[in-house]
């Protein structure tokens, strides 16, 4: 193919206005994915010790999510800004795969682990077994069977094309009208990676709910402590309806409008329905974030603790030399208050240890003897009608004893 604007496609289908509005915010969008999805990355990094088996998929919930607002976002924010795609075919096709694997890596990884908590709180027998090694083929069975889906384009098993507004690319969703192939494709993507997931997750959570509510109708000591649903686990169950809510709520409109272009006349679904729905979609990338750092308080405490650490280390290098020359003219200042304290007779005082300097520490931590700090003590001794001034460590040990 040659260039992008003449060849594969022109211009977008919308107005600029339109199109500028999207690229802002899809520039907005993808500033808060990042910052929120490689925060919850960096918390879990931080507590990997500490992290419970059904986190796993929280933890590849934010992969799939930056992986999308990574490859997606700056093609789509330039080409909005444009008013036209900007890249060539093979760019378009590398866009719209990883579209299609990161979005269907969330959707999948939701699905399991809507049925994770469904086997933890309905089957507890079998739920508390649950460990990381089964956590860990889970994740790697979600790419698999996402990225099954995401290839079949490439292989001649559907088609990848532009989006209908013209500014993006993803599945060609003209092409099922001329191939039996691509529409066996988007039926198959229609069924197994839209309808069966969103089953799956309502009939999990509707029995999760009813197991709750009959859990909190039941006397509970006397049930058996497999049968008890602590807090900690309903907590994390609300957590993920949240999530799956918000997520099927993004990725909604764009399967209606996608399903209305596939099967009955794609020339009725107007660009600015895809596009709207295409918003809606890319927003998914910020929904588990938001849930997981604000609402869930390990996640929210560790963070807390992580940033104070890093705040106190950076201001802690930045001050360190600052608070050395303070405590240097502290202790001058300090020094010159005693050595300025006399009697009335111009005599100085005799503190022993000076009350207002600091005592000097050594690189052990312990008090040197303050008696090399002090000030020096002197006494005036009358010979006839002359006033001489001696030092009192240069008089003799009965001489000295006299006057201190």
Same mark, same amino acid.
């Given at each position: 193919?040659?260039?992008?604007?003449?060849?594969?496609?022109?211009?977008? /289908?919308?107005?600029?206005?339109?199109?500028?509005?999207?690229?802002? #915010?899809?520039?907005?969008?993808?500033?808060?994915?990042?910052?929120?999805?490689?925060?919850?990355?960096?918390?879990?990094?931080?507590?990997?010790?500490?992290?419970?088996?059904?986190?796993?998929?929280?933890?590849?919930?934010?992969?799939?999510?930056?992986?999308?607002? #990574?490859?997606?976002?700056?093609? &789509?924010?330039?080409?909005?800004?444009?008013?036209?795609?900007?890249?060539?075919?093979?760019?378009? #096709?590398?866009? &719209?795969?990883?579209?299609?694997?990161?979005?269907?890596?969330?959707?999948?990884?939701?699905?399991?682990?809507?049925?994770?908590?469904?086997?933890?709180?309905?089957?507890? +027998?079998?739920?508390?077994?649950?460990?990381?090694?089964?956590?860990?083929?889970?994740?790697?069975?979600? !790419?698999?069977?996402?990225?099954?889906?995401?290839?079949?384009?490439?292989?001649? !098993?559907?088609?990848?094309?532009? %989006?209908?507004?013209?500014?993006?690319?993803?599945?060609? !969703?003209?092409?099922?009208?001329?191939?039996?192939?691509?529409?066996?494709?988007?039926?198959?993507?229609?069924?197994?990676?839209?309808?069966?997931?969103?089953?799956?997750?309502?009939?999990?959570?509707?029995?999760?709910?009813?197991?709750?509510?009959?859990?909190?109708?039941?006397?509970?000591? *006397?049930?058996?402590?497999? =049968?008890?649903?602590?807090?900690?686990? &309903?907590?994390?169950?609300?957590?993920?309806?949240?999530? @799956?809510?918000?997520?099927?709520?993004? !990725?909604?409109?764009?399967?209606?409008?996608?399903?209305?272009? &596939?099967?009955?006349?794609?020339?009725?679904?107007?660009?600015?329905?895809?596009?709207?729905?295409? #918003?809606?979609?890319?927003?998914?990338?910020?929904? $588990?974030?938001?849930?997981?750092?604000?609402?869930?308080? $390990?996640?929210?405490?560790?963070?807390? /603790?992580?940033?104070?650490?890093? /705040?106190?280390?950076?201001?802690?290098?930045?001050?360190?030399?600052?608070?050395?020359?303070?405590?240097?003219?502290?202790?001058?200042?300090?020094?010159?208050? @005693?050595?300025?304290?006399?009697?009335?007779?111009?005599?100085?005082? +005799?503190?022993?240890?000076? /009350? *207002?300097?600091?005592?000097?520490?050594?690189?052990?931590?312990?008090?040197?003897?303050?008696? %090399?700090?002090?000030?020096?003590?002197?006494?005036?001794?009358?010979?006839?009608?002359? *006033? =001489?001034?001696?030092?009192?460590?240069?008089?003799?040990? %009965?001489?000295?004893?006299?006057?201190?």
């Amino acid at each position: 193919m040659g260039n992008a604007s003449e060849t594969f496609l022109l211009v977008s /289908r919308i107005s600029k206005d339109l199109d500028f509005l999207m690229g802002t #915010i899809y520039t907005i969008f993808g500033m808060l994915s990042v910052v929120g999805n490689g925060i919850l990355m960096f918390v879990a990094y931080r507590k990997k010790s500490s992290l419970k088996p059904a986190e796993f998929f929280v933890v590849n919930l934010a992969i799939s999510d930056l992986g999308m607002t #990574i490859t997606l976002f700056p093609l &789509a924010s330039s080409s909005a800004f444009t008013h036209m795609w900007l890249f060539n075919e093979k760019t378009c #096709i590398a866009y &719209a795969f990883c579209g299609v694997l990161f979005g269907l890596c969330s959707l999948t990884n939701l699905t399991v682990l809507s049925c994770v908590c469904w086997l933890k709180v309905c089957c507890p +027998n079998y739920g508390n077994k649950f460990s990381y090694c089964h956590a860990c083929l889970l994740v790697a069975g979600v !790419w698999c069977y996402a990225g099954i889906f995401a290839v079949g384009p490439l292989s001649g !098993w559907g088609e990848y094309g532009a %989006e209908p507004y013209g500014t993006a690319c993803c599945i060609n !969703w003209y092409a099922p009208r001329q191939d039996s192939a691509a529409m066996s494709y988007i039926i198959c993507l229609f069924i197994f990676c839209y309808i069966v997931p969103c089953t799956v997750i309502f009939l999990s959570y509707t029995f999760i709910l009813l197991t709750v509510r009959g859990s909190r109708q039941a006397v509970q000591q *006397h049930m058996s402590p497999q =049968n008890k649903i602590t807090n900690a686990q &309903a907590f994390i169950i609300k957590l993920s309806v949240a999530v @799956c809510i918000g997520f099927l709520t993004a !990725w909604s409109p764009y399967a209606i409008v996608s399903m209305w272009a &596939a099967f009955v006349n794609p020339t009725t679904v107007p660009p600015m329905a895809f596009a709207l729905a295409a #918003i809606f979609a890319k927003s998914s990338t910020l929904y $588990n974030p938001i849930v997981y750092l604000v609402f869930k308080p $390990n996640f929210r405490k560790s963070l807390c /603790r992580d940033v104070a650490k890093c /705040r106190t280390t950076l201001f802690g290098c930045l001050c360190q030399d600052s608070s050395a020359q303070k405590g240097t003219c502290r202790q001058s200042s300090h020094k010159e208050e @005693c050595n300025s304290t006399r009697f009335s007779n111009g005599l100085p005082e +005799n503190h022993g240890t000076c /009350r *207002h300097c600091p005592y000097p520490e050594t690189a052990t931590g312990t008090r040197e003897n303050f008696t %090399e700090y002090s000030p020096q003590q002197t006494v005036r001794i009358l010979k006839g009608s002359i *006033h =001489n001034e001696v030092a009192v460590s240069q008089l003799s040990n %009965e001489l000295q004893s006299d006057f201190l």
